[in-house]
């Protein structure tokens, strides 16, 4: 069951190019309309949406903040990414022309299941990204996306978010087909792009060996941070994340242009700071990370990046540097989180964790 693996989270992360094949897998056609596994929503009415929110918890609520930088970008129509027990006790401004897209691996996550109610009893229409077949969220939202990652076992989830993310472009370059904007004529370009992540992503599986290393080489620390920037950010929040619910390691990912308005005091020598840097093609996005960089390693921080091929500016301040393919920017989080997974995955393991169940932590939290 375990493929080989000694445990499930390995051979997940392992899974991940089949996981993103297999969602992209007829889903879309050149010309950009998708397929919807069910769809109770005339398209008519998603071609007046004025406003997405997208609610979700944990790793998928991640999910959701990449979702808004693309779906912006294509779309022109403002994304909110609420965490869906918050969204639940506030008094949401939701209408007709609101789309909610709740994301989540169980379908069953009860917070959620609670958001899509609530949106639904205020007459909002409800998509749902869900990994599970016939699960509760499935079954009550307005229609559904299925993502195709398979059965994740791993109470940390890995192959259902890289799934999450490839599942809210599509819906993204469909809405921008759709509604017929400035932006749809990127629509073929992304489409063949996407369909280059899943050899990328075993590209970036294939060096885990020097993550792994890495990971030996740091398995006394006690606080790591992670900084990103535009669709880094989420990257930085999800690294930190399953460094927590992995490792037991006090981890923080902050939004790398914030460093300076306060994270920066955490910053002392040698502690270390991932930075997610972006595609050097986008110079200014670019500068402003390497800005960030230069001020941490200047404090004597260890300072690890992943970063593109061939950006060699990153060299002179990085302790290590984890490598990942060229990509546009707005499907980088694809591949620049999956040297992140292993990194958390493997220093569990060198602390003898148990890395499918960690401690106090349920895959489906049913109660609210
Ligand atoms: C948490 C899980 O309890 O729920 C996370 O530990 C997961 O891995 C989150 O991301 C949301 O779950 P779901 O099933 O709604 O995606």
Redesign the pocket.
């Known amino acids: 069951v375990k493929g080989g693996f000694a445990t499930f989270m390995e051979k997940e992360i392992h899974d991940q190019p089949a996981a993103v094949r297999d969602t992209l897998l007829g889903r879309m056609s050149p010309t950009g309309s998708l397929q919807l596994d069910e769809l109770r929503i005339d398209e008519s009415i998603l071609r007046r949406v004025d406003k997405i929110v997208v609610v ?5 609520a991640y999910a959701g903040h990449v979702a808004k930088y693309a779906i912006e970008h294509w779309c022109r129509i403002p994304v909110e990414v609420e965490l869906a027990h918050e969204f639940r006790y506030r008094d949401p401004v939701v209408s007709e022309k609101t789309l909610v897209v709740a ?7 009860m917070d ?1 299941l609670m958001a899509v109610r609530h949106a639904r009893e205020q007459g909002a229409k409800v998509l749902a990204i869900v ?1 599970t077949h016939g699960s509760t969220i499935a079954r009550e939202s307005d229609a559904v996306l299925y993502t195709h990652a398979g059965p994740e076992v791993a ?3 890995t192959k ?2 890289v799934a999450q993310i490839t599942a809210t472009y599509l819906l993204g370059l469909y809405l921008a087909q759709l509604r017929g904007n400035k932006y749809s004529d990127e629509v073929v370009t992304y489409l063949d792009e996407l369909m280059k992540m899943p050899d990328k992503i075993a590209e970036v599986i294939a060096r885990e060996d020097d993550i792994k290393d890495l990971a030996h080489r740091m398995k006394d620390v006690t606080s790591v941070l992670f900084l990103g920037r535009h669709v880094g950010f989420p990257v930085a929040l999800e690294g930190a994340l399953k460094l927590k ?1 992995l490792a037991y390691i006090h981890a923080e990912g902050f939004a790398a242009g914030e460093l300076k308005h306060g994270p920066i005091a955490l910053v002392e020598e040698g502690q270390p700071v991932f930075f997610i840097v972006p595609t050097p093609r986008r110079p200014l996005l670019h500068a402003k990370v390497m800005s960030n960089v230069r001020e941490v390693n200047a404090r004597g921080a260890r300072v690890l990046c992943i970063a593109e091929e061939g950006d060699t500016a990153v060299e002179e301040f990085a302790a290590d540097v984890i490598r990942i393919p060229e990509t546009p920017t707005l499907l980088h989080p694809l591949v620049s989180v999956i040297p992140l997974q292993i990194f958390a995955c493997a220093l569990a393991a060198e602390k003898g964790l148990d890395v499918d169940q960690p401690r106090n ?5 049913t109660v609210e």
């Open positions: 979700a918890c944990g790793t998928a994301i989540t691996q169980s379908g069953e996550t959620t990994n109470v940390a989830s259902a978010f619910e932590l349920a895959k489906s939290v």
